[in-house]
Nanobody, 122 residues
Framework: QVQLVESGGGLVQAGGSLRLSCAAS????????MGWFRQAPGKEREFLAY????????YYADSAKGRFTISRDNARNMVDLHVRTLNPEDTAVYYC???????????????WGQGTQVTGSS
């Protein structure tokens, strides 16, 4: 069982940036693929990015390419998502999740955090 806690959300002016963090506890964190998702008001949750267990492979949704960067530190049991040039359309609850396999599919993620709210102001 892996417990995940996101932090770093808040209100950000358009064009600004922020770094979301996900702290993991429990055994085996370094063996999991870690992903970031978001859910905007009235919309389904969408995949943003994943990073494999060693940090050597990353994958981004088209909507995240260029402005989002995922990284992890297995020594600290942390995975981050750096968001640049934020805009109001990025307003959503952002979630980190852990999966046994390398995947971008939401249903294949085994453990989820509670999410952190990000609001982009115009």
């Amino acid at each position: 069982q892996v417990q995940l806690v996101e932090s770093g959300g808040g209100l950000v002016q358009a064009g600004g940036s922020l770094r979301l963090s996900c702290a993991a506890s429990g055994p085996g964190f370094k063996f999991y693929t870690m992903g970031w998702f978001r859910q905007a008001p009235g919309k389904e949750r969408e995949f943003l990015a994943y990073i494999n267990w060693s940090g050597t492979t990353t994958y981004y949704a088209d909507s995240a390419k260029g402005r989002f960067t995922i990284s992890r530190d297995n020594a600290r049991n942390m995975v981050d998502l750096h968001v640049r040039t934020l805009n109001p359309e990025d307003t959503a609850v952002y979630y980190c999740a852990a999966a046994v396999k390398i995947t971008a599919l939401e249903y294949e993620y085994n453990f989820w955090g509670q999410g952190t709210q990000v609001t982009g102001s115009s």
